[in-house]
């Protein structure tokens, strides 16, 4: 059984920095991209970063050059660093993962129940 566990969350100041972490258990034949997407109340979960299997990273605008996303294959584990937080960072950040658990089996998406993270002014 596939699990995405996130850390980290919890609240900061303006201009603060947090970071989370995703750890995937469960047993992978190959673990493609990852990602964290945030939702905030009313609106849809949308992208921050993701990251490909090969490093390759991504991000949404309102985060570029404050937030960093890593990944370390060897433990099948996400990382985003945030600095220089803003409130409009606050919403709850979920993991993703698009996985194959075997050869056999067609790659699937797969979520972290959600952490917080709050930003105060």
């Known amino acids: 059984q596939v699990q995405l566990v996130e850390s980290g969350g919890g609240l900061a100041q303006t201009g603060g920095s947090l970071g989370l972490s995703c750890a995937a258990s469960?047993?992978?034949?190959?673990?493609?991209?990852m990602a964290w997407y945030r939702r905030v109340p009313g609106k849809q979960r949308d992208l921050v970063a993701s990251i490909t299997s090969g490093g390759l990273t991504d991000y949404a605008d309102s985060v570029k050059g404050r937030f960093t996303v890593s990944r370390d294959n060897t433990k099948n584990t996400l990382y985003l660093q945030m600095d220089s937080l803003e409130p409009g960072d606050t919403g709850v950040y979920y993991c993703?993962?698009?996985?194959?658990?075997?050869?056999?089996?067609?790659?699937?998406?797969?979520w972290g129940q959600g952490t917080q993270v709050t930003v105060s002014s």
């Open positions: 993703y993962m698009n996985a194959r658990l075997t050869r056999w089996t067609d790659a699937d998406d797969y």
């Open positions: 469960g047993s992978f034949f190959r673990v493609n991209a």
